[in-house]
């Protein structure tokens, strides 16, 4: 048996939507690109949504819309995936990171509090794998601090917080559409949610090249072209309709994944719901100090695995050439990154390929 790491889904129906939008629609703005930012919108919570063509430009927008500029300085975890710093790095903002908790992976809030400067304009905490950061706490250190919070939901499309949904629980929130997320547009994507006015006026005019609203060829801000296509945004339409049930069988994958793997060797469970967090488990990340090993054995029994992330941003070989990090920095984000491995998790695992992937993994402990 062969069970892949992820299995993004395009059905006959996303494939006539976006056939359609190709034949009826402008291919770009068109209005598929509005009724997905409506939907999306209203799946957060929030009252806006502005779609671009990644996650990394929808990180960018939202942290330009805000202010954000050459010189500033913005924390995050280190424990992420690369594109949450090379959103604002380009444009000559420095990273700052603080550690992670080791419960979840997500921003330490004390951590947090320690690396803000007075250069520090931003935070972005990561709701990593889909599991949602401690946001209360976060948004009161920023409140204090008087810096901006935009969340990386990138991973956690309709993860919710304390009965809230992620992307709605500070000034933005940024989505990705990549094809292997709990939700994909049929190619790259990306969304901003918001609930201010000023960040939709800015965002809307910087991915379109930054036109002054309503003309053409003027242009009174530096913007990008980072508009969505219309036949990903009919993609993305079709895929929202299914994402309440996708994450509900993501959840019990999990619950399933849980139940047959605890106490096998020495591997770490993910962290599963809490009284304030219900994950959407973008991946199904365990830890194990044999993770090469565990790899090497999963893989040639057909089983997809992921290190999400072998390197932290900090020692990644360009970080640590542009701003001197180094190990050290971060220790549990270092200790974590040693010991991580994603196993096969998706919307339409069967019963079959979780019993196969759990034999394989008590198959390498029993050895
Ligand atoms: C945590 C995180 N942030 C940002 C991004 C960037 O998204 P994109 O690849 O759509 O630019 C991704 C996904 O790739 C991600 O996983």
Not at 10 to 17: D, Q
Not at 185 to 195: E, F
């Amino acid at each position: 048996m062969k069970v892949p790491i992820a299995s993004p889904v395009m059905t006959e129906k996303m494939i006539e939507a976006a056939a359609n939008a190709l034949r009826n629609e402008r291919l770009t703005l068109g209005e598929s690109v509005f009724k997905f930012e409506e939907a999306f919108a209203r799946m957060c919570g929030s009252k806006y949504a502005i779609a671009v063509n990644s996650g990394t430009a929808a990180l960018q927008l939202a942290l330009q819309a805000h202010g954000i500029k050459a010189g500033d300085r913005v924390v995050t975890p280190a424990m992420s995936f690369v594109a949450t710093t090379n959103a604002f790095v380009p444009f000559g903002v420095a990273p700052g990171f603080a550690d992670v908790l080791e419960k979840d992976y997500t921003l330490d809030p004390a951590k947090l509090k320690a690396a803000v400067d007075n250069k520090t304009k931003a935070v972005i905490p990561v709701h990593l794998y889909g599991h949602v950061a401690a946001m209360d706490e976060i948004n009161d250190i920023a409140k204090k601090n008087n810096f901006v919070v935009v969340e990386d939901a990138a991973q956690a499309h309709g993860a919710v917080y304390k009965g809230r949904k992620a992307g709605n629980l500070a000034h933005a929130g940024c989505f990705s559409f990549y094809p292997t997320k709990n939700m994909h547009v049929g190619g790259d994507g990306g969304m901003i949610t918001t609930n201010d006015d000023k960040v939709v006026d800015v965002c809307t005019r910087m991915r379109h090249c930054g036109r002054k609203k309503g003309s053409n060829y003027e242009h009174d801000i530096i913007g990008y072209t980072y508009r969505l296509n219309s036949a990903n945004a009919a993609v993305g339409l079709e895929q929202l309709k299914m994402l309440p049930e996708w994450n509900e069988k993501r959840r019990a994958a999990a619950k399933q994944y849980d139940q047959m793997l605890k106490g096998v060797g020495d591997l770490v469970l993910p962290p599963g719901p809490t009284k304030d967090v219900s994950p959407v488990y973008h991946l199904y990340t365990l830890r194990t100090k044999r993770r090469y090993e565990l790899k090497a054995f999963l893989e040639g029994k057909g089983v997809g695995v992921g290190l999400n992330y072998e390197l932290p941003i900090h020692l990644q070989p360009i970080y640590k050439e542009m701003f001197g990090f180094k190990e050290g920095m971060l220790p549990i984000t270092e200790k974590c990154c040693k010991e991580v491995i994603a196993i096969p998790m998706f919307a339409d695992i069967t019963q079959e390929q979780i019993s196969y992937v759990v034999d394989c993994v008590k198959e390498f402990y029993s050895k």
